[in-house]
């Protein structure tokens, strides 16, 4: 299993210009996945993605790309020729996360991020997501992706809050290059039992996020964490646990979607503290899994 780190952890950005240094700093503190947001990297210029990827090599560092969609890139929309030109732009996602040599490519990628224009459509816009993703996925499986489907909570989306709701979508859409990414986040919010989502999920678990309940890094609490990652080994699972800690005020984070309202590491932290807070974190989660 592999583990990764979310890059905003370091930055208040979702994203930045810093991705070696990055990669290199992912790997001092035991991670072997640094997971980025895409946007940039739809126009990078080659000298960039030459260094990332020089990077990941030097550190044995893989990159995994993530975002939310937006009305442009809804792959749910009802007229056929917007919805044709979402599956073009996810195709654009995919060319541009595997310049990085990114092999998966997660988040609220099937419809909006926190839009509730069309809640009372939920049947009819997951039929759509269908064939849809089946040509998404196509393309994904020819770039050897994997496009792992976010399940988040009621309040930025209405399609998937589930994992068996994700698990129903993927068995319609099979294609093995569509998949679900479970955030324990989210989980804690709408499942009634986290280590049962893993298990619905089963082999179309592509991907798996933890926070602790307030999104800072996990650490002991009342999250039932030797349960999540017992059923984590019990579906053989052996993608990648990334942390995305959401804990830093005033940046894209906090203002642009992770409605951080107070700072949430320690006052003064500096950047040793914060990657010791990480590498504390990860020894939690390895004495468990
Ligand atoms: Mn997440």
Not at 12 to 21: C, I, L
Not at 147 to 159: A, D, G, P, S, T
Not at 269 to 276: E, G, I, P, S, V
């Amino acid at each position: 299993m592999k583990f990764g780190i979310c890059y905003c952890y370091w930055s208040k950005d979702w994203e930045g210009t810093d991705y070696p240094q990055a990669i290199a700093r992912a790997r001092k503190c035991g991670f072997d996945v640094l997971e980025i947001f895409y946007g940039r990297l739809l126009d990078m210029a080659q000298k960039e993605v030459d260094e990332i990827k020089a990077a990941c090599k030097e550190y044995d560092v893989e990159i995994y790309c993530c975002g939310g969609f937006d009305k442009e890139h809804d792959l749910t929309q009802k007229d056929p020729a917007a919805r044709a030109h979402a599956i073009e732009k996810a195709k654009e996602i995919i060319k541009a996360a595997s310049r990085v040599g990114s092999r998966n490519f997660s988040g609220i990628n099937y419809s909006q991020w926190c839009n509730f224009d069309n809640p009372l459509d939920k049947e009819e816009r997951l039929s759509l997501a269908v064939p849809s993703l089946q040509e998404v996925g196509k393309f994904a499986g020819d770039y050897g992706l994997s496009w792992n489907m976010e399940v988040v909570n009621r309040f930025e989306n209405y399609l998937l809050n589930t994992a068996k709701e994700a698990a129903d979508l993927c068995k319609e859409v099979n294609s093995p290059n569509i998949n679900i990414l479970l955030d324990i986040f989210h989980g804690m919010i709408e499942e009634d039992d986290l280590a049962e989502a893993i298990k619905t999920a089963g082999d179309h678990l592509g991907h798996y996020h933890m926070g602790s309940n307030n999104r800072r890094p996990p650490r002991p609490g009342f999250l039932p964490w030797k349960d999540v990652c017992q059923a984590l080994k019990d579906i053989n699972y052996d993608r990648c646990v990334s942390f995305e800690p959401l804990v830093r005020t005033g940046g894209t984070v906090a203002l642009g979607g992770g409605n951080v309202w107070r700072e949430m590491l320690p006052q003064g932290a500096d950047d040793k503290m914060l990657d010791d807070i990480l590498i504390e974190s990860l020894n939690f989660i390895k004495g468990m899994i």
